[in-house]
């Protein structure tokens, strides 16, 4: 099965800087690549994903890249404020209603 | 309210006991997923089922059973077998079109 390894599991950053998540994946037949965000005491929400057939997708300060021959793709997060202070996890899956793999998750803290 | 409701939020259960969490979701979705996430490991599939009266093992489904009789709900049973059950206990649903999982606020299960 698909499996999915998301490094750091801790980053802190200052207000204002980027911060950049990074994943792997080991099924090639992986093609959709969706990062969540857990704030404190909440559920995981989507907040951007991508699907094999593009190399980068941005949504205002947020953008994911996508490598699929190295098997791995990036969250950056660029101006960042301490409302984006959770926990990010990234996730990969073939698509349609087949299994989705998460990764470790990685706790970001933004100092202000 | 269309969503995804997890019941109960808070679940104490003594060793040796099996307990039910409910799952339901009237969002027409026909994939729903049971994670379960503890401190640094992310979300671990347990189970998940494409369709009704259709379900598979997850990586972590020792200890667990579900089952799936209408497309609104997915129950998991937490059972005696299962030799760490303390952990946050999460469900989702996917989007039949966009592959975006939907989930509940979970149910934290707590062996005394």
């Known amino acids: 099965g698909e499996n999915v390894e998301q490094h750091p599991s801790t980053l802190s950053v200052q207000e204002g800087d980027s911060a950049v998540i990074k994943c792997t994946y080991s099924?090639?037949?992986?093609?959709?690549f969706p990062w969540y965000k857990q704030e404190l005491g909440k559920r995981p929400q989507l907040i951007i994903d991508i699907r094999s057939n593009v190399g980068e997708k941005k949504d205002q300060r947020i953008a994911v890249t996508l490598n699929k021959t190295a098997k791995h793709f990036s969250l950056h997060i660029t101006e960042t404020q301490p409302e984006d202070s959770a926990v990010y996890f990234c996730?990969?899956?073939?698509?349609?209603?087949?299994?989705?793999?998460f990764g470790a998750g990685t706790r970001l803290t933004v100092k202000p | 309210d269309g969503g995804i409701t997890q019941s109960p939020k808070y679940l104490f259960r003594k060793e040796g006991q099996n307990v039910t969490l409910s799952c339901e979701q009237n969002?027409?979705?026909?994939?729903m997923y049971w994670y379960r996430q503890d401190p640094g490991q992310g979300l671990r599939l347990i189970y998940y089922s494409q369709i009704v009266n259709d379900f598979q093992k997850g990586d972590i489904a020792e200890g667990y059973s579900v089952s799936r009789e209408k497309k609104e709900s997915f129950p998991l049973t937490v059972t005696s077998a299962q030799k760490n059950p303390t952990a946050f206990y999460l469900c989702a649903s996917q989007g039949t079109n966009t592959g975006e999982l939907f989930f509940g606020e979970g149910s934290r299960l707590t062996v005394l």
């Open positions: 099924d090639s037949a992986s093609n959709y």
């Open positions: 969002l027409n979705h026909d994939a």
């Open positions: 996730a990969a899956s073939r698509g349609g209603n087949n299994d989705m793999r």
